[in-house]
């Protein structure tokens, strides 16, 4: 055999031998198989030998090619597979036969009730509108018939921004707003606008096991041609009865609000003792919990809405006031205070 070409072999499997990576045998292919490599050169230099020397060399250069290449191939797929193997090992170790640990969070008591009441709602056809917790003077208390030093300004003293704005002491700061959304298809289609809005509200109050400066309602309005306080009634009553369970008992005592006319205080008969008289309803059998009204003419008047021609009601049902009695929760100031412990108790039991 050719001197050359045994030298060439032996030089070419002591290479293969050190190649680490695929680019390292990229190279090794162009020195040996490529235009200027040194089979091809061999092949090259054909020419200048006689003719029987050139079959017995030729036999040999092709034979050793096809080897050459052959080997170069089976080098990059072990290379390939070096690598997904070292890929594999990598990866930290993962058992996948441990079963997974599911510790399934819970909901806030809160969150909890304001789902069951937007449910009811919805089914009714009313929307659940969003609506900013930082609003204008205007939303919050003179669109609401509120002027400027009114003394009802003094029961929802909140929290100031330097531009004047406020951190809303009540979700009837929507309630403009909404008028202004949908009183144009009340007008033009005569669509009833029906709407509830919760979010959390804020006052300027010194805390105690009733009293919080950040707390939820949700307000609730429906204005069409001709409605009246047994509409307010019978929406009332159906939601409360489906958030207890059970049928719930109303009643309304006059109260007073600048943005309703009339204006009621809605009681529901204490679920504690069934309406006998217990400790919790102060021995009265009632519980106050959602203040509610018609809606005062200049409050529909300010939202673009001709009192003459609509009428409406409203109400401020207290989200929290409810979680509290629904979960007999004693503490306003739990609801706060992100302890997992006492807070993830509650279940959506419906
Ligand atoms: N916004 C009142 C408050 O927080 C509650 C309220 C009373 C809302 C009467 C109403 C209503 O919609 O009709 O004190």
Not at 93 to 107: A, F, H, N, Q, T
Not at 168 to 180: D, F, G, L, V
Not at 312 to 330: D, E, N, Q, V
């Amino acid at each position: 055999m050719n001197e050359k070409i045994s030298e060439l072999r032996k030089q070419f499997e002591a290479e293969l031998q050190n190649v680490k990576d695929a680019a390292e045998l990229e190279n090794m292919r162009v020195g040996y198989l490529g235009k200027k490599g040194s089979i091809t050169a061999i092949l090259k230099d054909m020419g200048k030998i006689s003719d029987e020397e050139r079959r017995t060399l030729g036999q040999e250069v092709n034979v050793l090619k096809n080897e050459v290449a052959d080997k170069l191939a089976a080098k990059k797929e072990e290379l390939a597979r070096l690598e997904l193997e070292e890929e594999i090992n990598s990866t930290p170790d993962i058992d996948i036969s441990i079963p997974p640990v599911l510790e399934r969070g819970s909901y806030h008591p809160i969150t909890l009730v304001q789902r069951q009441c937007e449910n009811v709602f919805k089914s009714m056809g009313f929307t659940v509108e969003d609506y900013s917790e930082v609003v204008t003077d205007y939303e919050c208390f003179e669109a609401l018939n509120i002027p400027k030093y009114h003394p009802a300004r003094d029961m929802q003293d909140t929290y100031y921004l330097e531009n004047g704005q406020l951190l809303k002491s009540h979700t009837s700061a929507a309630q403009n707003a909404i008028y202004k959304k949908y009183g144009k298809d009340l007008i033009e289609k005569g669509v009833p606008i029906k709407a509830i809005f919760p979010g959390r509200c804020f006052r300027n109050e010194a805390t105690d096991a009733c009293h919080e400066n950040t707390f939820f309602q949700m307000e609730g309005v429906m204005v069409d041609k001709n409605i009246s306080i047994s509409n307010l009634i019978y929406f009332m009553k159906t939601m409360l009865s489906e958030v207890f369970n059970r049928d719930i008992k109303v009643r309304l005592r006059p109260g007073f609000f600048p943005f309703v006319e009339p204006g009621f205080e809605l009681d529901i008969n204490c679920e504690i003792c069934g309406g006998e008289g217990c400790p919790s309803c102060k021995h009265s059998g009632w519980l106050e919990l959602c203040p509610c009204g018609m809606i005062h003419p200049e409050v529909l008047k300010a939202g673009g809405i001709d009192p003459e021609e609509y009428t409406g009601f409203a109400f401020g049902l207290g989200l929290t006031r409810l979680a509290m009695m629904k979960y007999s929760i004693k503490d306003i100031r739990d609801l706060n205070s992100g302890s997992l412990d006492s807070m993830s108790q509650f279940t959506d039991d419906e």
